[in-house]
């Protein structure tokens, strides 16, 4: 067997998997509470024997590998690969199965301008197209291992669209939440890929409890994200592949768009692993990024509070007036030493025009709420300028039409020959 246990991170109990996944046990049996307009208590951490682990998977195995080929590593996965695999009611999860979904496309860039370089972490070639995919793919794997058929999640739109994308991929049914100002494109991409679309009259917390509610009614699988622990531990892998593209030189500081908390939550624990493991040293410093219309991470860690409050801004993705993985999200930043700013959307929408421009990566507004993250932390004299930092680029441009339409307006069509007569003269 695999050995992989589950620990909460509020009251520190320790499960074995069986108890947590058997009974589809997602919080603590504790201690956890998904109260209404409340963050999540006793979200569960899967943990695994690293002194073991230690033995197969050192500095230089991960030097070695691929980024986006996560399963090179199966040993860090709570799955059951066939020569770990138990009898049923658990099913065999076969390589070929693992090896049909990785992030082949996933790409580190550099974005050079006059007076700054930053490495950018480029997600928005996976394969539907956001950082989601990394926790849809582990989702979707556990569904299968535990032989559900359907999953159902909440979403602003990229959770949803990833697991119906992946879903497809897997021959499992999808359920999505997702409130009714879902951009337009996102919500045709889960129409394409075949999802059940649950609009929400209400906004993506709202969705949230909904989903949650159903799913144990239908005996679906839930994927909300920070609710399922499988969420956390998919986005872990952008550690591993920030560590793997930069062979080992990692960045001084880490700037990621916090909506849930969870890429940036997921982001510390990989690095935690990978520490664990004997193969780093120094820690990466985390940068929570949020829009000043959805900022509840930046308020509880200046007050210690939280306090809900509706969100609002154009970075549909990262409205979430109720970061369900607020706690661990703070203590990532606390511990890696890093620090939590917000901007404004004005300057998303500018950092987002400066990534298309200068880098060719079409990126939404969620996406490019880090770069605006750095220019503000630069500007502050927040961080040393001549330290290396990366930005995470966490979504596709083409997700969100309505936002490239803000920057474009619409060129007007002419007769042939009044371009002939514009460029060539009569
Ligand atoms: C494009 C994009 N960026 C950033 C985030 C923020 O991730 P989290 O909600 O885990 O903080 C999301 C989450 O939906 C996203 O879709």
């Known amino acids: 067997m695999n ?10 109990s320790q499960f074995s998997a069986s108890e947590i996944e058997q009974d589809l046990h997602y919080l603590c049996p504790k201690c956890g509470k998904a109260d209404k307009n409340k963050p999540l208590r006793g979200i569960l951490l899967i943990s695994y024997d690293y002194q073991q682990l230690k033995k197969s998977y050192d500095r230089s195995f991960f030097l070695k590998q691929t980024v986006g080929q996560m399963w090179r590593y199966p040993l860090l996965w709570p799955l059951q690969p066939p020569e770990y695999a138990k009898d049923p009611p658990f099913r065999k999860i076969e390589w070929k199965e693992l090896f049909s979904v990785d992030l082949p496309a996933t790409k580190m860039h550099e974005l050079r301008l ?34 559900l058929g359907a999953v159902s999640t909440a979403s602003t739109g990229n959770a949803a669209s990833s697991m119906a994308g992946i879903c497809a991929r897997f021959g ?9 100002n879902i951009p337009e494109a996102k919500l045709m991409q889960i ?11 209400g906004d993506y917390d709202t969705a949230f409890d909904l989903s949650l509610e159903i799913s144990q009614r239908m005996g679906w699988y839930n994927r909300n994200t920070a609710y399922n622990p499988l969420t956390m531990e998919g986005k872990k892998s952008g550690a591993f592949d920030i560590f793997i593209g930069l062979r080992g030189d990692l960045p001084d500081y880490i700037f990621v768009p916090v909506g849930d908390g969870v890429v940036i939550g997921g982001i510390y624990k990989g690095f935690c692993e990978l520490q664990h493991l004997g193969i780093i040293e120094d820690f990466p410093k985390l940068i929570a990024v949020q ?6 991470l930046i308020r509880f860690i200046q007050t210690g509070k939280f306090e809900f ?20 999200a703070a203590n990532a930043v606390r511990e890696s030493g890093g620090f939590a700013l917000e901007v404004d959307d004005a300057d998303i929408v500018e950092s ?3 990534i298309n421009e200068k880098t060719g990566i079409l990126v939404e507004p969620a996406g490019a709420a880090s770069l605006a993250g750095y220019l503000k932390a630069k500007s502050v004299d927040k961080i040393d300028p001549n330290k290396k930092s990366m930005i995470l680029l966490t979504g596709s441009g083409l997700k969100d039409i309505d936002s490239l339409k803000r920057l474009h307006r619409r060129p007007d069509a002419f007769r042939t020959e009044v371009w002939q007569e514009r460029y060539v003269g009569e």
């Open 3 to 12: 050995p992989y246990y589950y620990n909460c991170f509020n009251c520190h």
């Open 114 to 147: 006059d007076d700054y370089s930053v490495k950018l972490l480029d997600e928005t070639n996976n394969p539907t197209y956001s950082y989601k995919d990394r926790a849809s793919m582990l989702v979707a794997l556990k569904a299968r291992q535990l032989g």
């Open 172 to 180: 499992l049914q999808a359920h999505l939440w997702v409130p009714e």
């Open 191 to 201: 129409l394409a890929y075949g999802g059940q679309v649950h609009l929400v009259q």
């Open 291 to 296: 829009s000043s219309g959805s900022n509840a």
């Open 309 to 328: 409050l509706p969100a609002e801004t154009i970075a549909d993705s990262i409205s979430a007036g109720v970061p369900r993985n607020l706690y661990f």
């Open 352 to 354: 987002q025009k400066l």
